[in-house]
């Protein structure tokens, strides 16, 4: 199984982006997906996460800028940046717990990292 990151870009503050994460491989079924941040000196933070039901959850930092969503018949995630600031410059991760057969719980993946910067 892989998760592979695409979106990365330079943007002005008050800009948007769009970040896409595509799984691939022997998937039964993902329960969770999520995007995570690491800005530079900082520890890796959740951003949002979504379920398979379409119930999402973001960080406070994030609440009313972003938008997670998911496509479960491309095992797809996304997230929409709108109204970034240069606080939100970081290398972003894409996480997914996934199920490859129906036995399981479930394990770990994580995408490459995909660097947004903020900037004038």
């Known amino acids: 199984v892989q998760l592979q990151a695409s979106g990365e870009g330079l943007v002005q503050p008050g800009g948007f982006l769009r970040l896409s994460c595509a799984a691939s491989?022997?998937?039964?079924?993902?329960?969770?997906m999520a995007w995570y941040r690491q800005a530079p000196g900082k520890q890796r933070e959740v951003v949002a996460t979504?379920?398979?039901?379409?119930?999402?959850n973001y960080a406070d930092s994030v609440k009313g800028r972003f938008t997670i969503s998911r496509d479960n018949a491309k095992n797809t995630v996304y997230l929409q940046m709108n109204n970034l600031e240069p606080e939100d410059t970081a290398v972003y991760y894409c996480?997914?717990?996934?199920?490859?057969?129906?036995?399981?719980?479930?394990?770990?993946?994580w995408g490459q990292g995909t660097l947004v910067t903020v900037s004038s």
């Open positions: 491989g022997s998937i039964f079924s993902i329960p969770v």
């Open positions: 996480h997914a717990i996934i199920r490859g057969d129906s036995r399981g719980g479930g394990s770990d993946y």
């Open positions: 979504i379920v398979g039901g379409g119930a999402t």
